[in-house]
């Protein structure tokens, strides 16, 4: 019986994003996939400034292109690709563009995801972590200290036995973990079935000077979607469940085309338009990251992967802390009741959405409809492991809004560390991290056992003056703010209490679980 701390089932974005964070974190991680690599069709393209700020912790910032932080993200009608814009449609259905440059050390990538995986793969690995494409999972129980898996792998037949203390499932959105687990799920359920074509075609990448990313193809009798991932491959989309021979899928390229070019059908694809939420995100010692997790449609707010990786990123670090015994195991009870919530709110949110909207009927009339700002950078998370972000707060907000308000994304702010320019974001990775302009917040640090990392504003971090830490993070010059390793604000003091060691330690046992 081979062993591992972490079990992961699924090697497609979120499971490989999961191994990632786990071992840039230390934690040994075995990670099992049925397929032998990425599937043909390219599927996800956008991923949001807050997933490539996870991969910019993880040391791959740079090997992700990022999108073109003067470029805007446009969608527009057209007769065919060959023709003018007819009408432009908002790149999120019911608001107005922000602009979001200011607000993270990174802009967003768009990137196909069979371009990604490779690089997720490559990382996790140098960095120790034992992938083995080909292997499927047969079946799984779990008992009181771990999960006993049995594996197969595809191509000599052999089978496995695999114990782990922790599983995470990242098999999708017809997750036998989860089928097995008895989780129910609820939402505005199966809505139909579209299809779509997947073909390469670099001649049509001339279309892309109008500075449009997606084409609503509209004629007379022919309705279709039309995008491209930016490497010469396009994809149609149909709004129908219709199967297609090759002669008429050629015949509906040419018609979304306009003109004749060469193109060559490289596969089809068939994908179920969901809304589905899990009822609970943990079961014992197993968790559902991605799809397995919460199942939603493609949007232009990249709902699907990027909050999934953002599954993988919340409970890495709880995993780490945990296995490390620093932590009790409590700390990982916070998953559900922080991440089920975000699932929730995305639903909502695609779905009140004009271009979903009318699939729904009127369920989701008068749901206000936040910018991508909020949604991306500005969701509020609630647990016991952050204090003061109570119901009678919105589940999203502007970051500025905010202000460090526990329950958030810590503030981005371009600062003065060690004699470098760095995000306040790249301060956030590793450990609790305590920031205050008083020293009597570092010597507080110091006595409760070094389970926090310390700042001290004006000495070891320099803010600008036109973005004071005080401005910033919502705080007075007495006040303290205390972030979690995964970039969340989870605790702040507005000023200095009479006995800040006391508070600290106090709050530190809450935040971190640690025993009294």
């Keep these: 019986m081979q062993t591992t701390p972490v079990l992961i089932v699924g090697g497609s974005l979120v499971g490989l994003s999961a191994a990632l964070f786990l071992a840039w974190r230390k934690v040994p991680v075995i990670l099992v996939e049925r397929h032998p690599g990425s599937s043909l069709h390219p599927r996800a393209m956008g991923f949001t400034e807050r997933t490539l700020e996870y991969f910019r912790a993880a040391g791959i910032g740079g090997e992700v292109p990022q999108w073109d932080p003067n470029a805007k993200l446009r969608?527009?009608?057209?007769?065919?690709?060959?023709?003018?814009?007819?009408?432009?449609?908002?790149?999120?259905?019911?608001?107005a563009p922000e602009e979001k440059a200011h607000l993270s050390p990174v802009t967003g990538a768009a990137i196909p995801q069979d371009k990604l995986e490779p690089i997720l793969r490559a990382a996790a690995r140098a960095r120790g972590a034992d992938l083995r494409l080909g292997v499927e999972l047969l079946s799984f129980s779990q008992d009181a200290t771990g999960v006993t898996a049995n594996v197969r792998d595809g191509t000599t037949g052999a089978t496995d036995t695999i114990r782990a203390c922790y599983l995470i499932a990242a098999d999708g959105a017809n997750s036998p973990i989860r089928e097995q687990l008895g989780i129910d799920r609820q939402g505005v359920g199966y809505l139909r079935t579209l299809r779509s074509v997947l073909f390469r075609c670099p001649e049509a990448d001339e279309a892309l000077r109008h500075g449009i990313q997606q084409f609503e193809i509209e004629q007379p009798g022919f309705k279709a979607f039309l995008t491209t991932y930016g490497d010469g491959r396009w994809v149609l989309m149909f709004a129908d469940d219709q199967e297609r021979g090759k002669e008429e899928l050629r015949a509906a390229v040419e018609r979304a085309l306009g003109r004749p070019m060469d193109?060559?059908?490289?596969?089809?694809?068939?994908?179920?338009m969901a809304g589905r939420i899990a009822e609970r995100y943990q079961d014992g010692r197993v968790f559902l990251v991605g799809d397995a997790a919460h199942q939603l449609p493609p949007t232009?707010?990249?709902?699907?992967?990027?909050?999934?990786?953002?599954?993988?990123?919340?409970?890495?670090?709880?995993?780490?802390?945990?296995?490390?015994?620093?932590?009790?195991?409590?700390?990982l009870d916070s998953y559900t009741p922080e991440r089920q919530p975000i699932g929730w709110l995305r639903h909502q949110q695609?779905?009140?959405?004009?271009?979903y909207a009318p699939w729904v009927g009127d369920i989701l009339k008068g749901e206000y409809l936040y910018g991508d700002a909020a949604m991306e950078l500005g969701q509020l998370h609630r647990s016991d492991l952050i204090l003061r972000a109570g119901p009678e707060l919105p589940p999203a907000g502007?970051?500025?809004?905010?202000?460090?308000?526990?329950?958030?994304?810590?503030?981005?702010?371009w600062v003065e560390h060690a004699g470098e320019r760095v995000s306040t974001l790249d301060l956030f990775t590793r450990e609790f991290v305590l920031l205050?302009?008083?020293?009597?917040?570092?010597?507080?640090?110091k006595a409760v056992d070094g389970i926090v990392q310390t700042y001290q504003v004006g000495r070891d971090v320099v803010f600008p003056a036109d973005a004071p830490f005080t401005q910033a993070f919502g705080v007075s010059p007495e006040g303290a703010t205390l972030i979690r390793p995964d970039g969340l604000v989870c605790w702040r003091s507005i000023d200095l209490p009479a006995d800040p060691v006391a508070t600290l330690d106090t709050v530190l046992r809450q935040v971190a679980a640690i025993s009294a």
């Design 436 to 445: 205050s302009a008083n020293a009597r917040w570092s010597a507080a640090a």
């Design 350 to 355: 695609t779905f009140a959405r004009p271009d």
């Design 398 to 413: 502007h970051p500025e809004v905010w202000a460090g308000q526990p329950g958030t994304r810590a503030p981005h702010v």
């Design 263 to 272: 193109f060559e059908i490289i596969t089809t694809g068939r994908w179920e």
């Design 300 to 331: 232009r707010g990249g709902f699907g992967a990027n909050t999934g990786i953002d599954d993988a990123y919340n409970l890495a670090w709880k995993l780490e802390r945990v296995l490390a015994s620093t932590s009790l195991p409590a700390l």
């Design 75 to 95: 969608r527009a009608r057209f007769e065919s690709l060959s023709g003018e814009p007819l009408s432009e449609t908002p790149w999120t259905p019911g608001k």
